[in-house]
């Protein structure tokens, strides 16, 4: 199995398949309202919806540094905001999610084997410069923190 295959397999089975360690992240967000989605429990620093919102923007921002952009911030900020409670955005955020990780899927599908082992570009200096394959495994990991962190906060707010 290559890098990719390995990479997109695992990326698969924590977004939609099954996990070790339980529900996977849509199966997890799939069944919330939107009324949930943007509850804030008292204590709470952020919503479901602001939560969602946030691994969009990191996952578009793995996509700029894979496609050999200089790490940095999200282009969306890391905590873009959500506006006002609103049904179908929330269904927008949940699809925007999908879909980005649809678009990530396909970059590391045709992502050259050779390079998976070669730092990123991060002229940064205060950060431990990673290599691609480095970057997906840290990306899933964000994802699985950050679906624990939503089904926290729905079981709170349901």
Do not use: C
Request: charged residues 20%; proline residues 6%; hydrophobic residues 40%.
């Amino acid at each position: 199995m290559t890098t990719s295959e390995k990479l997109i397999h695992e990326l698969t089975k924590v977004l939609s398949k099954r996990p070790w360690y339980g529900s996977s992240v849509y199966a997890i967000i799939e069944p919330i309202t939107f009324e949930a989605a943007y509850e804030k429990p008292p204590g709470s620093v952020h919503n479901i919806a602001e939560i969602v919102l946030h691994m969009v923007a990191w996952t578009e921002e793995v996509m700029d540094r894979m496609n050999g952009m200089t790490a940095g911030v999200p282009t969306s900020g890391d905590w873009p905001e959500t506006g006002a409670p609103d049904e179908q955005k929330w269904q927008n955020y949940v699809e925007d999610l999908k879909l980005v990780n649809v678009n990530l899927i396909g970059i590391i599908q045709n992502f050259p084997e050779e390079q998976w082992i070669e730092p990123i570009n991060d002229e940064r200096g205060d950060r431990p410069v990673v290599t691609y394959e480095d970057l997906i495994l840290g990306l899933i990991q964000h994802h699985i923190y950050h679906s624990g962190q939503i089904a926290l906060l729905n079981r709170i707010v349901s």
